[in-house]
């Protein structure tokens, strides 16, 4: 089945957030800060506010009021715990200090560029490897009981000393942005003076909703969150940012319907960013290859303004069996704006650190990688002490490896070339954890033999639109021609949270559900039959509303996707440039509800990985921590022309232990392993191991 939304996406009829078209629109532009760290001692808007056009300024010195939130992933969440303008403090480069309001985006923006800001300059800590690290807290509050990145388990000393091959090694990951097609935008607009309706790219609509109205002391169904299309999110639009939470504020002292749109350069400090990271790893093995240790050390960086960690080690207790392990995590507080989840949070960059460990321990004891990770595959998840459920890993591996033709792999480094250059093959694991939550659906049959099916869960680009109608359309017979979807949008029922790969998982189920009670309701087996029921019963509609939730299978059973890449690099040495050339994925990810949109979204891990390996780094003047890295120009990530064919295969049957649809999602798996794959590869060309993301030129001659 083809993207239900592809035409509407390509033809532009996809309304986006900044293109919602409300009268009496005025515009904001943000003023933000040229120092990383100090106060401001003056801010002078006078020329701005008589600029031509200009409404309003707003700074910390007139900043409209909003109160604080919860804040605790549950009532509310907001990416900065800090307010906007809430005091004369710079924490980080780019922060935002003002608001200029216009009639025009032009005249808001030249107006901004009057305000007149005098600082007191502290000296920024920027460079991660001079911060000071402590223990990092549990990332999502206690509340959520999320797991620490610190664990262990056996006798580490004592393991690795009896190891009869052994590596230490560390590695390090650059700053990396999002950077979604869609900027970040918003319109904020107050009717009836206390109703308020965002239009804002929203990953978690229900959530953004609550915390919109703990934000400005509203009741839940005062806020309406809309947001049919996001242009890519991958974390970075899950809750409300500063600039939302301004925009918002400034609407209702104006009283007037308010956009902001951040510019690419804003987005570099204020929509979010995946940390730096380094990473130590220890392996000990038997000669055979089982693995008696893993050690596996993380540091990340924060923000002052908010706790967040990236959790590097969170995956490491369930991927390889060990009877010793130990991981640990710490964070470092700099002068930076607010990291934050980024496709495969944690998973990515530890299977970075731990998937290069894995190969040099291969090269160490001279067995195949394949055979490495065949021989280490975890059974459950030391951790938990829980058994994974339909986990088809080994036939990853396998799958892949005959695919890709592995078993010619040429045994010495540097021993392959073409037209002059070296070529290399590299392999690497794939995972991520099977997350769902619940969901409400509701479900109309109508008059006119079509099907509607209404929910808030929402379509980042991933697919969503596509496999509910597909999903409806098999649970009631129905042609998806006559199935429409409306998602995205608060008015509608739960439909959950865009996030943790989950979206599949949670809404799915709640398909299936409804469409089986419209159909009881309608005392039928098929749509056909229920319409022509309904044209008898003289009804407009049949409708159901059903919600699905997890339930206690958690307790039983890990779930968890995995996969395997393998990749071909050809390196041309003279000038260091690398190629990847072929590549192939196999997932096990359950069941595959659409092969196209499922393929797709491997094809963007993976796409997103090789722009990872090979170029996305973003940097900050280490002097006075401004981000010299700031638009789509200068954040390198990959073009068409640097991305080979990747053929996508999933093995495995469906996952019914975790929902009846047996469904575990696909989002963020794909991009996990792949940079450790292209290193891996380019180790096998070159003879050369990198351990620095991302492999630049530079780091190859
Ligand atoms: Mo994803 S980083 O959970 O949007």
Not at 13 to 42: D, F, K, M
Not at 324 to 352: D, H, K, Y
Not at 495 to 504: D, E, I, P, R, V
Request: aromatic letters at 8%; glycine letters at 8%.
């Amino acid at each position: 089945m083809n993207r239900k939304d592809g035409r509407a996406k390509v033809t532009g009829t996809a309304t986006y957030a900044a293109e919602h078209q409300i009268p009496g629109l005025v515009h904001g532009y943000l003023v933000t800060a040229a120092i990383a760290h100090g106060q401001i001692t003056s801010i002078d808007t006078q020329q701005a506010a008589t600029a031509p056009g200009v409404i309003a300024v707003f700074t910390h010195e007139n900043s409209p009021p909003v109160s604080k939130p919860t804040n605790d992933f549950i009532a509310s969440k907001i990416y900065e715990a800090r307010l906007p303008l809430s005091d004369d403090q710079i924490n980080y480069a780019g922060q935002i200090i003002g608001l200029v309001v216009a009639d025009t985006f032009e005249r808001a923006r030249h107006a901004a560029h009057l305000v007149k800001v005098e600082y007191a300059t502290k000296a920024p800590i920027i460079e991660a490897a001079t911060a000071t690290y402590n223990e990092a807290a549990s990332m999502f509050g206690e509340s959520m009981k999320f797991e620490k990145g610190n664990f262990a388990t056996g006798d580490l000393a004592t393991a690795i000393a009896g190891a009869a091959g052994k590596i230490t090694a560390t590695y390090t990951t650059s700053t990396e942005l999002h950077a979604p097609m869609e900027p970040h935008a918003i319109i904020a607009h107050w009717q009836d003076g206390e109703n308020l309706t965002v239009y804002e790219p929203s990953q978690w609509v229900i959530c953004s909703q609550r915390t919109y109205a703990e934000l400005f002391g509203l009741s839940v169904d005062q806020v309406r969150i809309v947001t049919p299309f996001i242009g890519g999110g991958f974390g970075s639009k899950a809750f409300p940012w500063s600039h939302g939470i301004l925009c918002a504020s400034a609407a209702r002292k104006l009283q007037r319907p308010l956009k902001v749109v951040v510019s690419r350069r804003q987005m570099t400090a204020n929509t979010g960013h995946r940390s730096e990271t380094e990473q130590t790893i220890s392996l000990g093995a038997k000669a055979d290859g089982s693995l008696i240790s893993i050690d596996h050390a993380a540091k990340s960086c924060t923000s002052p303004v908010e706790v967040f960690t990236e959790p590097c080690t969170g995956i490491t207790s369930s991927m390889y069996a060990t009877p010793n392990l130990r991981t640990s995590q710490e964070l470092a507080e700099i002068n930076v704006g607010v990291p934050t989840f980024m496709r495969a949070p944690g998973e990515n960059p530890g299977l970075w650190a731990l998937e290069s460990a894995m190969d040099e321990l291969a090269w160490e004891l001279n067995i195949d990688p394949v055979e490495l990770r065949l021989k280490n595959d975890s059974k459950e998840h030391q951790r938990r002490g829980l058994p994974f459920s339909a986990k088809h890993f080994t036939e990853c591996l396998r799958v892949g490896a005959a695919q890709f033709g592995w078993e010619e792999r040429a045994k010495q480094v540097r021993s392959l070339t073409r037209d002059g250059k070296l070529i290399g093959w590299g392999m690497a694991a794939s995972t991520f954890p099977g997350l769902r939550s619940a969901a409400t659906v509701t479900v109309k049959l109508l008059a006119d033999g079509t099907a509607h099916i209404l929910t808030s869960g929402n379509d980042m680009g991933t697919g969503t639109y596509t496999i509910v109608a597909g999903t409806a359309g098999e649970v009631l017979g129905l042609p998806v021609e006559q199935v429409r979807v409306e998602l995205g949008d608060s008015l509608l029922p739960n439909g959950g949270m865009a996030g943790g790969s989950q979206m599949t998982a949670t809404l799915v189920p709640a398909v299936m559900s409804a469409c089986k009670e419209v159909l009881q309701i309608a005392k039928a087996t098929t749509a056909s039959e229920a319409f022509a029921n309904l044209h008898q019963s003289g009804e407009s509609t049949f409708e159901a509303t059903t919600s699905t939730a997890p339930g206690d299978e958690g307790k039983k059973w890990t779930f968890q996707s995995w996969g395997a890449h393998f990749c071909e690099v050809s390196v041309d040495e003279e000038i260091a440039r690398v190629r990847v050339t072929p590549w192939v994925s196999v997932m096990n990810i359950g069941r595959v509800m659409n092969a196209k949109t499922a393929a797709s979204q491997i094809r963007g891990g993976v796409i997103m990985g090789i722009g990872q390996a090979l170029m996305e780094e973003c940097h900050f003047d280490p002097n006075i921590g401004y981000p010299v890295v700031y638009d789509l120009a200068t954040y390198h990530y990959p073009s068409h022309a640097d991305i080979p064919r990747i053929q996508v295969t999933f093995v495995g049957e469906p996952d019914y232990n975790f929902n009846p649809a047996g469904v575990r999602g696909v989002g963020e798996i794909g991009i996990t392993g792949v940079s450790a794959a292209i290193a891996n590869a380019i180790y096998h060309a070159t003879g050369k191991r990198i351990r620095d993301l991302p492999i630049t030129p530079d780091k190859l001659l």
